[in-house]
């Protein structure tokens, strides 16, 4: 799309914007927003044993700075909807960077909320999987174990078994200790760009 937000990059890198921001502007009919209103795009990863990438995005009223999460689509409608984009809002007084943050924050403490419910379930996977390594190693070697019982068992068998066995444990903890260090929650959240709307005639 025209106004995707990567787009948003590439007109700031045209113009050379002094905001730090990538950001774009226009007007869109005055019933869809009644106040000069920043639209701020994130995008929220986390990583784990499972890795998530969401999109969020939030609205500031420019004039009471209050910042609100939306939806995509209602950010996206408002996007489409925007016309006259070489509308002149660097001399609007809007202060785009701090607003920004605001928004940064607001999206960042809504994100984690949903990094408390992914790291429940990153959790569960990496439990599941523990368990998976630890009863496939224990299988093997009860396996190994019943030969070792063996009076019978001929002394180089004897050796290549318990070979094995120290073998499978050493597997066994690297495995584990891999399946930790993936299930540790790495979370992380930035503005990859913001829209200024305004309404028509405002």
């Given at each position: 799309h025209a106004r995707h937000p990567l787009v948003l990059l590439v007109r700031h890198l045209q113009r050379e914007s002094p905001s730090e921001t990538p950001w774009s502007a226009g007007t869109v009919p005055a019933q869809m927003v009644q106040e000069p209103t920043l639209l701020v795009w994130a995008v929220g990863s986390l990583e784990g044993y499972t890795n998530r990438v969401e999109?969020?995005?939030?609205?500031?009223?420019?004039?009471?700075?209050?910042?609100?999460?939306?939806?995509?689509?209602?950010?996206?409608?408002?996007?489409?909807?925007?016309?006259?984009?070489?509308?002149?809002?660097?001399?609007?007084?809007?202060?785009?960077?701090?607003?920004?943050?605001?928004?940064?924050?607001?999206?960042?403490?809504?994100?984690?909320?949903?990094?408390?419910?992914?790291?429940?379930?990153?959790?569960?996977?990496?439990?599941?999987?523990?368990?998976?390594?630890?009863?496939?190693?224990?299988?093997?070697?009860?396996?190994?174990?019943?030969?070792?019982?063996?009076?019978?068992?001929?002394?180089?068998?004897?050796?290549m078994f318990d070979g094995w066995n120290r073998r499978l444990e050493g597997e066994t903890r690297s495995k584990l200790e891999e399946i930790e260090r993936k299930g540790s929650i790495r979370s992380s959240l930035e503005v990859i760009g913001v829209a200024i709307v305004h309404p028509e005639n405002g």
């Open positions: 999109l969020l995005c939030a609205a500031v009223d420019c004039r009471s700075e209050m910042v609100n999460p939306i939806e995509i689509k209602q950010a996206q409608s408002l996007l489409r909807a925007m016309s006259n984009s070489e509308y002149q809002s660097e001399n609007s007084g809007i202060e785009i960077e701090r607003l920004a943050a605001k928004a940064e924050q607001v999206l960042l403490s809504d994100f984690e909320s949903v990094s408390s419910v992914f790291g429940s379930r990153d959790s569960i996977l990496t439990n599941k999987a523990k368990q998976a390594v630890i009863s496939h190693n224990e299988r093997l070697l009860s396996r190994n174990q019943r030969q070792l019982s063996r009076d019978d068992l001929n002394p180089r068998l004897r050796t």
